[in-house]
């Protein structure tokens, strides 16, 4: 099949968000057309975002703001992916939880006490924390050299782009603690497959149906090719022709941004 009737086949696109669908606060030209398209065509697509600073309702909200309507049933989240993985690895573990008050919710909601009492902390989380304060990467710093407690991550992103550029992530941080402890954590979200496999189940679909589309290769594409979906790479956020000139992961499609998913699913070639 060629690139456009790939993209014309599937029926889950599970699309990264900033860098993809906009940029900061900005919507990109072909968002709404794009996924109106793919829900007129009987497909269905999902946001699956690694940025754990933000609650669902709080990137419902923010959609709405920029004209997108949606629902829970939307979306994938690392936060939710490490929620999941909590259960499953940690189900009566105390939290230490480095991130923003939107994500210790998130976990309370989900049934896990949090603490800041180092002595009862039996995990640590890390997330993409635009609250972080240094008293925070004390207590980690403690808790990694002094106790002998889990430690997750949520996601590895070093940067996340924002209008003006980037500003650090989830992976810088704790590259940070690295250099102090000599520890690392187990990361949960893209590039791990956990959140297309969630995906594929809520839509009931198979491999073969589902695109993972977004614009890093050490995340996105990474997590599509480590699930077996299709990997779809677009060119309208963080990677730049250089970056992709040394990858040696290979999305399976690049494209300049979702404009051309768009003319794809309008017939086009592209």
Not at 159 to 185: A, H, K, L, Q, Y
Not at 195 to 215: F, H, I, N, R, Y
Request: proline share 3%.
């Amino acid at each position: 099949m060629t690139t456009a009737e790939t993209i014309r086949s599937l029926k889950l696109y599970l699309f990264d968000m900033d860098g993809t669908l906009y940029l900061g606060d900005r919507l990109y030209d072909f968002t709404k057309e794009l996924l109106a398209c793919i829900r007129e065509q009987g497909a269905r697509y999902m946001f699956m975002t690694n940025n754990s600073s933000k609650s669902v309702e709080a990137y419902i909200q923010k959609l709405s703001r920029l004209g997108i309507e949606a629902t829970k049933e939307d979306f994938i989240t690392s936060s939710q992916a490490t929620i999941h993985y909590l259960k499953k690895n940690h189900p009566n573990d105390t939290l230490y939880v480095c991130g923003t008050q939107s994500l210790i919710r998130e976990f309370e909601a989900a049934g896990f006490t949090v603490t800041q009492d180092l002595d009862k902390v039996d995990c640590i989380v890390m997330g993409n924390d635009n609250e972080l304060t240094f008293r925070k990467l004390e207590d980690v710093c403690k808790l990694l050299l002094l106790h002998d407690v889990a430690y997750i991550a949520t996601n590895p992103d070093y940067v996340c782009p924002t209008e003006f550029g980037s500003v650090p992530d989830c992976g810088s941080v704790c590259d940070m603690i690295f250099n102090c402890t000599g520890r690392r954590p187990i990361f949960i979200g893209k590039p791990e497959p956990l959140m297309p496999l969630l995906g594929m189940e809520m839509a009931g679909v198979s491999k073969e149906q589902t695109a993972v589309v977004g614009d890093r290769i050490y995340t996105d594409v990474k997590s599509g090719i480590n699930a077996g979906t299709v990997s779809i790479l677009v060119m309208s956020g963080e990677t730049t022709q250089a970056i992709l000139d040394a990858s040696e992961d290979r999305p399976d499609m690049v494209l300049e941004s979702g404009a051309e998913i768009l003319r794809a699913l309008k017939g086009e070639e592209i």
